[in-house]
């Protein structure tokens, strides 16, 4: 879960990187970054989700 | 290649910028003492001796290689042509900062600002890590920031780089804005601090066994309080140089800086207080000084583009936006972060970045660049700021965890489990803060 998290945050960045050399018009770029945010914030949800703290504390 | 250098200052301009810089240093004594006086007793001195070294490792790194690479606009980079457009993706200047004359120009003040910048962002880490992170594995930390990722992301903004430039290449508003340093510094720092509380894990004793956090209060609330009206004096240096050398805003521009940065911590500490007031019944201090500096934080970006009043608001939500992720973060993602670094800086920064596409003042802008109102869709500043954010979640957090994921691989970050009870100073340093001191009797062998 890990790794697939830091794998999908570069993933969107990526998509919005092509979305700014690809896409001339603003809704469309609008769009793309869109989505390219979205992988990225699902990347960072499954980062989260890999270090929570499991039940049993760190006494 | 060598983009156009910009004008060159004239002398009331470069000692004005010199006398900011010099202010510096005070945001540096200041999160050094909020950063103490969250933490607990036992962890006082290594706190701030962790601090000296992370700002003396901080800026030998950023001499040696971190300016070469960052640059500035004028100075060599590396760049890429996409399609027909130039992407300046890294400097290439020397190593030792050879090249760049001493003189008082614009890219000898840089030079020098930078150095205090890239320390103030490597002690960010240094509160949210507090109390477990071993001396020397903040130092070589601490060099992988200001050595790799720091220039890197700085450069992209402030040196030239392509996030400066979305304006002129892609008609998104002016590019990237970001006068003060709401990214390179903030987010940067507080990104890389993220990354360190997930690498070390909670204190202990610090969850129970049904997950629930325990309160662990810092040991001294008036340095923490104190170490706000110091940040506030060093935050109007940094966001008057940042204006002047990487806005360029005339100097009489200052006072809307001053007036904006003060305005945004303001409106962050009242709306901090009244929200703790309103959730616990009484406000909350050391909830207020995170309120504090994150309106500083989130000031940054904006302070010489948008209005007082829009100023005020960001303060606002910035005060109001940290006492609800601090909590959040320790009870529902369990991150103990004892100085709510990642809320403050990380979130804070990422919020002021967003408010410069929300409430920007274009025709200040356009003063503040010396360029006409560019012919551009609206929208396409918000969205150049959009580009920045995506940028420092999709590529700065997944860099800068990687990097401290290698280094804890080859050199433990932790201070060992057993130790731990006893606290930082005494592992560490072999003797407390406070020898002759002792508030409780059991403060060093207590969990």
Known sequence: MKITGLLLMPSGWFIVLAALVLLRTIPALSAFVAAGMGVEILGLVLLIRSHLTPKGGNE | MSPQPPQAMAETSQVLCILFIFLLPL???GLALINTGLSRL???????LATLCVAGVAAVTYFVMGFSLQGYPGLPSHTLNIFGKEWSWLGA???????????????SLTALMQLFCVALAALIPLGAAAERWRLRACCLSTALLAGITYPLFAHWVWGGGWLARLGQNYGLGFGFLDAGGSSTLQAVGGLTALSMVWLLGPRRGKYNLEGMPAALPGHNTVLVLFGCVLALVGWMGLNAAGSMLFAGMPPGRTVLVAVNTLLS??????????????RFGKPDASLSANGWLCGLAASSAGCAFVPPAA????????G?????????????LGLDDPAGAVSVHALGGIWGILAVGLFPRTAGVAVAAGAAIPPTAPGGQFLAQIVGIATLVGFVLPLTYSLNWLLNRFSPQRIPPDEERHGADLYELGAGAYPEFMTHTDEFSQW
Not at chain 2, 311 to 318: K, N, R, T, Y
């Open chain 2, 265 to 278: 911590a303001a409106g962050a500490v009242l709306a901090a207080a009244a929200t703790t007031r309103y």
């Open chain 2, 27 to 29: 945001a540096l004594a």
């Open chain 2, 42 to 48: 036992r962890s006082a001195a290594h706190s701030m």
């Open chain 2, 311 to 318: 100023a005020l608001l960001i303060g606002l939500v910035a």
């Open chain 2, 93 to 107: 200047g020397h190593f030792f900062m050879r090249g760049v004359p001493l003189d008082g120009s614009r890219a």
């Open chain 2, 320 to 332: 109001t936006l940290v006492t609800y992720t601090v909590a959040w973060m320790e009870a529902r």
